[in-house]
């Protein structure tokens, strides 16, 4: 096995990646690596894009599940959009971004006391319980609190298929929501809430859609089953969470979805529903759809070396920061786009194995990727990053810590999230006397 390490930056001129007219070396030197590297360009042309060709009557709440920096979550907001989310950090992140309270619901399978106390101190839009005994819970809190007219969704686990889902979080045995037959003989339940108003429903079905026609005929089936909900239950829809899950293609045989066929047939089957339900609010929740294309995890490439006629390229960050990239989900074996950022626009003529730093056979980001030349010191991006990055990631193993997070907006960039020190990693921690 042979290696060079040769410090410093490799660049030639004219050839790097910009960003908003940024050149990537001058952000990598600015803010080192490994980063993430977020476009608000690329925010605004997903978000917008959508915003246009959706019917008016949806809403889009942003899922800050996807990506929770607080800069991504205001950026969006500043364009129209609400607030999905499922914890008390991220309601506050909500919160601070300037998200208004109305335009935040709150859900998730295991919410605490203290996380319905925070809903009720913010008096956020509608708290989604799934569970009865969540809904008893939290109408037991408010009535303790001596408030009226607490609004609860109720999330619903249909019992019909999810159809085209890279990942089914309905029509299953799932710990999501309540089952639609256990849902139709509750209304006895309902009617004993003091404070609490169930005021509209909740379903997602899964995500990563990639075929409008499955997103059309998943919604269809959601709002017939909302109606009837509501007709069984006795309560009016004035809020109703069909869901979103629209994915982007990661792989060399995906493409995007087509979002003209997919709002055209939207249109279809809501227009029809929100003239029967006027006063009823319908909302889409998003997150892979809105941030991923805006993402580049950017890194370093420390040793270029040869094992057993194999080209590696080894880096200054890895799957400790992009999970996704290597094995969550559908995720295994494929690679995400992977592109040389250093020599952006020069031909691939060379495979590598892209690793990073860690001690394990399994810090490989992608495999016999089709690549530049690559020189230690190039800069290699994994480009569609933008979510579920740091996030769902195990950033601490081999105690490497959080990556630097850069928002590039109006042509200039900026740290919205410094990365993790030593000090922050050993500052929880307590060394007791022995």
Known sequence: ????????????????????????SEIADTFGTPAYVYDTDELRHSYQHLRDSLPAAIDIFYSLKANPNISI?????????????????????ALRAGVAPEDIIFLGPGKTEEDLHACLDAGIHAVVCESLEELHLLDALATERQLTDVQAMLRVNPDFHTKGSGLAMGGKPRQFGIDAGTLRGAAPELARLCAVRVSGLHAYMGTRFLNHSDVVHNTAQILQAAEQLSTDLGITLETLDFGGGLGIAYFDNEKDLDIEAL???????????????????????LGRFLTAPAGTYVTRALYVKESLGEEFVV???????????????????????????????????RQYTLAGPLCTPNDVIGKRVSLPPVQAGDLIGVERSGAYGPSASPV??????????????????????????????????HLIGF
């Not at 096995?1 to 990537?24: K, L």
């Not at 950026?75 to 950090?89: C, F, I, K, P, V």
């Not at 939207?266 to 009823?280: K, M, N, S, W």
């Open 1 to 24: 096995m042979t290696g060079t390490h040769i410090p410093g930056t490799s660049t030639t001129a004219g050839q790097e990646r910009h960003f908003q007219g940024v050149p990537i």
């Open 73 to 93: 979550c205001g950026y969006l907001n500043t364009l129209g959009a609400g607030a999905e989310l499922s914890s008390r950090a991220e309601l506050e992140t």
């Open 263 to 285: 709002t055209a047939g939207l249109g279809e089957v809501i227009t029809p529903f929100a003239t029967r339900h006027p006063q009823c609010r319908l909302i889409m929740e």
């Open 315 to 349: 880096a200054d960050g890895g799957t400790n920061h992009h999970m996704a990239a290597v094995g969550i989900g559908s995720f295994v074996k494929r690679n995400f786009p992977i592109t040389s950022l250093t020599h952006y626009h020069e031909p691939a003529t």
């Open 396 to 429: 601490n193993f081999l105690s490497h810590g959080h990556p630097a997070e850069v928002l590039v907006h109006d042509g200039k960039a900026h740290l919205v999230r410094r990365r993790a020190t030593v000090d922050d990693l050993l500052e929880p921690q």
